[in-house]
């Protein structure tokens, strides 16, 4: 599967984003997703994550309260909506995909190496 993620930019701080992440490819209850950051100098860490079936989440604790991760199975698409944004979520955002099986939809993923799949990133950036 390849995925394309889409709709960084550039925002003040408090403003708000929300970036997607198309899949070429059905991932209906079959993927587990995720979105990753890499700022300058520092390692990707992960910051959302959504389980395959979409009723199971995770958050970072620095982002939890003010991100918000989704999945539109019909579409294909996942999302992350950024809101009270700050110059720390400065970086590049991947999104990640991990094949999973019917046994397991309700399972979510934070480290870099549970997933196979990466889009290319998107900038985001937030002015102080």
């Known amino acids: 599967v390849q995925l394309q993620a889409s709709g960084g930019g550039l925002v003040q701080t408090g403003g708000s984003l929300n970036v997607s992440c198309a899949a070429s490819a059905s991932t209906n209850n079959m993927y587990a997703m995720a979105w990753f950051r890499q700022a300058p100098g520092k390692a990707r860490e992960c910051v959302a994550a959504i389980s395959s079936s979409g009723k199971v989440t995770y958050y970072s604790d620095s982002v939890k309260g003010r991100f918000t991760v989704s999945r539109d199975n019909a579409k294909n698409t996942t999302y992350l909506q950024m809101n009270s944004l700050k110059p720390a979520d400065t970086a590049v955002y991947f999104c990640?995909?991990?094949?999973?099986?019917?046994?397991?939809?309700?399972?979510?993923?934070?480290?870099?190496?549970?997933?196979?799949?990466w889009g290319q990133g998107t900038q985001v950036t937030v002015s102080s």
């Open positions: 990640a995909a991990r094949a999973t099986s019917t046994s397991l939809t309700g399972m979510v993923y934070f480290r870099e190496n549970s997933y196979d799949y």
